[in-house]
């Protein structure tokens, strides 16, 4: 408002200046009038009254006969030499004129009644015409006479034109003076006042741009003044300042560090800019790089703004997911890329035009706001995973999981912003998975049946087979044990020779039976503090007795005798036998074969060695699995089932223990098994420390020799 | 001195045939039954000093229960009886140690056939001394 106060005082200086320049003219017309023309009239009056009195000498000089003749001859000198006089006339008591010389034409005032009497002068009447020409009447007067009588009148006209020529002339120069002062005070009051003003009016205009929101125009503005700019242009000081807020270097580093103009300027080019001079000079500059500062701070934070807002734009279209906000009426506010993918409006057709209920089919809009607020989808005011179905421009329904959240502004709902996936293709794949899975659990039960089929043949057959081969057995043996009577010599091979192979096939099966039991999940394993000299390695060697004398193989042991350990001793020996069997089957015939025990502390170390020819490195590894049978060069009629070993692998797994194989080709085999102490957590039945107490049990297997 | 008469239960004939042919050269008197059917009656009858079960027959323990229905009678309490299984000793008492089973089996020996015909006579002889000590 005081802005505005003083733009409006300008119009005030300007007319005080004027009143004051019209004051000094008239001041100056008056002195003009009441001093110096009265003077001059004065003057002219004094000029005029010594020539009257001159003539009125010359005429009372001279004789009254011939006066006439001799009065021309002595006043045309006097004609010649004052150019003011114009003419000279005497009058007799009646006023009659008697003589006259000079310019008749201003006679013509002359016969005008009205005079003024100017002045006196010893006995001389200065008279003058109120109007008309200025013509001077001198009255020759007996002073002593009253009332004075006329002796002679003389009528002198002398020119005053030059005094009226004068006061025009006066009154024009005043005229042209004053004229000229009023215009160069104008210019000048305006010229000033406009000094005033401007910065005023332009913070004004400033103002009102920004009250508009014309920011850039204010920038514009204030960016144009900065004198660096140009000269900067090209410095690569500026370049390097890229798109900081403002170009002006100062205003940045002012910016970032704050008022720090005492210490120098912020930047090495603001040495050119006269600004930083100019800003101390008044608070008009101060105030305008006020502006210019906030200016280039706005601007700065507009950009920030718009780096933001365009972010954030790009992100939402970015978003492969829909998104779409709307505010308390229910009008679309955001429109993502992703959004109009999937519904297929522009964002022209959506934004504060369509009804978010337009959206959704039915009442679902309904159902969807009831969800939001209520608890059961990540609480009131949130929407997690909501599935639910969009229909789009073409009319088809899309199934959708939407995700909603309300947006508050002071503690008021301001809108709902929604983000939606097209569950299309995830259904689809989901049906493609759902089929994919049945058709595996399919095949998978068709597996286990066939498996199961397996395993139940497997079982079947190998006890079906086991009571025939058992009775078979148990006939030749009892031939071979001679209770039948004695056998000769041939009979007693042929029975001997019906025994070993009843053996190998009870030994087939013996494995196929421990192979359906893995199969099954079915081997228990019991362990119990065993002597593994008396109860495993002695009954084994004792078992192989025959084969070792018949291989003629010698065997050295190194058990320590007192050594117990917590196994399950049946299953042990079946692990020892396997091992012994198969050093003694693919052994070197006469070779030796060691069997090492030893405790490690925190596991017990066993160890089947035999001279032979090794096993490459490569079938090392084939050894364990199942049904896998090494040809080897020396023994290719040995039968076997390919079960030895991954039984013997998975008894001592199942013991926490581990087997493997160490070889040096054409030279030794030997078989190595570690078993843990603890045997805890064994697979099979719970640990337990039991013995076989005194129950009179003997098993057939210790008479089996 | 008589004969000891020695009961062999068995659904496998073969089983049967085999044994008996073994343990009349032993010279015990033998008696066969293919099922514990008729056994108990029979028993009063033949009175056999032992008897030899198997346990797998019509139903998977038909061996095993008939002991301990044998035992629980009066009088028969401490009857000998060797029972032979097609088998493992691990596998006929359902998962079952031999050591925890032997409180109810209520069989003095398990033997695994095939069985030793030296080791049959050797634990029916052994049974035989008990039961007369």
């Not at chain 1, 100056?28 to 010594?50: N, S």
């Not at chain 1, 332009?202 to 000269?231: D, I």
């Not at chain 1, 060697?541 to 025959?546: A, D, M, N, Y």
């Not at chain 2, 000793?89 to 020996?109: F, L, Q």
């Amino acid at each position: 408002m005081r802005f505005l106060r003083r733009l409006s005082f300008q119009n005030k200086i300007l007319l005080i200046t004027l009143a004051m320049v019209a004051l000094v003219v008239v001041t100056g017309a008056i002195a003009i009038d009441r001093v110096i023309l009265p003077a001059m009239e004065a003057d002219v009056t004094e000029g005029a009254w010594k020539i009257a009195r001159g003539v009125v000498d010359q005429v009372r000089e001279l004789p009254e006969e011939g006066r006439e003749a001799q009065l021309r001859a002595r006043l045309k000198p006097l004609f010649s030499l004052m150019p003011k006089l114009l003419h000279v006339e005497l009058l007799d008591r009646n006023d009659s004129s008697i003589f006259r010389m000079g310019d008749d034409e201003c006679r013509a005032g002359m016969e005008v009644d009205g005079f003024a009497i100017v002045g006196t002068m010893e006995n001389l009447v200065v008279k003058r015409p109120t109007s008309g020409n200025p013509v001077y009447q001198v009255l020759l007067q007996d002073p002593g006479s009253s009332p004075p009588e006329t002796e002679l009148a003389v009528r002198v006209g002398v020119c005053a034109r030059s005094l009226e020529q004068i006061s025009v002339q006066l009154f024009r120069v005043l005229f042209t003076v004053t004229l000229l002062v009023l215009a160069i005070s104008f210019f000048l009051t305006r010229g000033f006042t406009r000094m005033i003003t401007r910065p005023v009016d332009r913070l004004m205009r400033m103002t009102a741009a920004l009250a508009r929101g014309g920011l850039e125009e204010v920038v514009r503005e204030v960016e144009r003044e900065l004198p660096c700019r140009q000269k900067l242009q090209d410095d690569f000081l500026l370049r390097d300042l890229g798109d900081s807020p403002g170009l002006c270097p100062l205003l940045i580093g002012e910016q970032e560090k704050g008022a720090g103009r005492e210490n120098g300027p912020p930047h090495p080019s603001c040495g050119q800019c006269d600004f930083l001079g100019d800003a101390s000079g008044d608070e008009l500059s101060s105030l305008t790089l006020g502006f210019k500062v906030m200016a280039a701070r706005l601007r700065a934070y507009q950009k920030q703004l718009q780096r933001h807002y365009e972010f954030e734009e790009r992100l939402l279209d970015a978003c492969p997911d829909g998104i779409m906000a709307n505010d308390r009426e229910g009008r679309i506010i955001l429109y993502n890329k992703g959004a109009q993918r999937l519904l297929g409006y522009t964002p022209e057709e959506v934004l504060h035009k369509l009804p978010v209920q337009e959206f959704y089919p039915g009442r679902e809009a309904q159902n969807i706001k009831k969800a939001l607020l209520s608890d059961e989808y990540g609480g009131p005011g949130t929407l997690l995973d909501y599935t639910t179905s969009i229909v789009n421009k073409e009319g088809r329904t899309i199934p959708i999981r939407l995700s909603a959240a309300l947006l508050f502004k002071d503690g008021e709902e301001l809108a709902v912003v929604g983000y939606f996936q097209d569950l299309t293709e995830l259904r689809r794949h989901m049906s493609k998975l759902v089929e994919a899975n049945i058709r595996l659990n399919e095949a998978n039960e068709r597996i286990s049946r066939l498996n199961r089929r397996y395993l139940e043949m497997l079982s079947f057959v190998t006890h079906e087979l086991k009571s025939p081969i058992a009775n078979s057995y148990m006939s030749a043996n009892a031939l071979r044990q001679e209770i039948f009577g004695e056998l000769a010599r041939e009979q007693s091979l042929m029975v001997e020779a019906i025994c070993r192979n009843l053996e190998q096939s009870m030994e087939m099966i013996k494995h196929y039976l421990d192979l359906s039991r893995i199969e099954k999940d079915e081997l228990p394993v019991q362990p119990r503090p065993t002597c593994i000299m008396k109860e495993v390695v002695q009954p084994v060697i004792e078992g192989l007795g025959g084969t070792i004398v018949e291989r003629r193989v010698s065997i050295c042991v190194d058990v320590p005798p007192d050594l117990r350990w917590n196994l399950d001793p049946e299953l042990f020996r079946s692990v020892l036998g396997n091992l012994v069997n198969n050093a003694l089957k693919y052994g070197d015939e006469s070779g030796r074969i060691r069997i090492t025990v030893a405790d490690l502390g925190d596991r017990c170390r066993m160890e089947v060695w035999n001279s032979g020819p090794g096993i490459s490195e490569e079938d090392r590894g084939r050894l364990f699995r199942k049904f896998e049978r090494l040809h080897t060069s020396r023994q290719p009629s040995t039968r076997g089932t390919g079960l030895g070993l991954f039984i013997t692998k998975t008894i001592v797994e199942r013991h926490r223990g581990r087997i493997w194989v160490e070889s040096l080709e054409g030279e030794w085999t030997a078989f190595i098994i570690e078993v843990p102490r603890d045997c805890e957590g064994l697979i099979g039945l719970s640990c337990r420390n039991s013995s076989t107490g005194g129950v009179m049990h003997e098993k057939a297997q210790d008479h089996d020799r | 001195m008589k004969k000891h008469k020695i009961m062999i239960v068995d659904d496998d004939p073969s089983f049967l045939e085999i044994t008996a042919a073994i343990l009349r050269r032993f010279g015990y008197d033998v008696t066969t039954a293919n099922s514990t059917a008729g056994v108990l009656r029979s028993m009063e009858v033949e009175k056999p000093d032992l008897l030899i079960l198997d346990i797998m027959m019509a139903t998977m323990d038909e061996g095993l229960e008939f002991a301990a229905k044998l035992r629980q009678k009066k009088g028969l309490e401490r009857f000998p009886i060797i029972i032979v299984s097609a088998q493992p000793d691990t596998e006929k008492g359902y998962g079952r140690s031999v050591e925890e089973d032997m409180d109810w089996i209520a069989a003095d020996i398990f033997m695994e056939k095939p069985v030793d015909p030296q080791a049959l006579n050797h634990n029916i002889q052994l049974l035989l001394e008990k039961r007369t000590s």
